[in-house]
Nanobody
Framework: VQLQASGGGLVQAGGSLRLSCAAR????????MAWYRQAPGKQRELVAR???????NYADSVKGRFTISRANIKNTIYLQMNSLKPEDTAVYYC??????WGQGTQVTVSS
């Protein structure tokens, strides 16, 4: 399984970005997929997670601002990020089946 993430960039505080992550070369629909992030000097942390049944959970710091969704047949997940804050600046990674990591996409929020 290969994960390809995209959608990162530079945005001003209060702005929005949408990340995408597609799992390639999977022979079946992957149940759990998630977004993590890692800021400089900090540990990687869970941002949001979603299952095929659309069960979701979010880090407290992003609740009400970020929305995770998925297209099951495509093994693709999205992260809609609104009301971005400078503290959301990090490299965002997708994770599939609790095993496969994507390459990461940089999100930078300027104040």
């Amino acid at each position: 399984v290969q994960l390809q993430a995209s959608g990162g960039g530079l945005v001003q505080a209060g702005g929005s970005l949408r990340l995408s992550c597609a799992a390639r070369r999977s022979t079946h629909i992957i149940n759990a997929m998630a977004w993590y992030r890692q800021a400089p000097g900090k540990q990687r942390e869970l941002v949001a997670r979603i299952t095929t049944g659309d069960n979701t959970n979010y880090a407290d710091s992003v609740k009400g601002r970020f929305t995770i969704s998925r297209a099951n047949i495509k093994n693709t997940i999205y992260l809609q990020m609104n009301s971005l804050k400078p503290e959301d600046t990090a490299v965002y990674y997708c994770l599939a089946a609790n095993t496969y990591w994507g390459q990461g996409t940089q999100v930078t929020v300027s104040s």
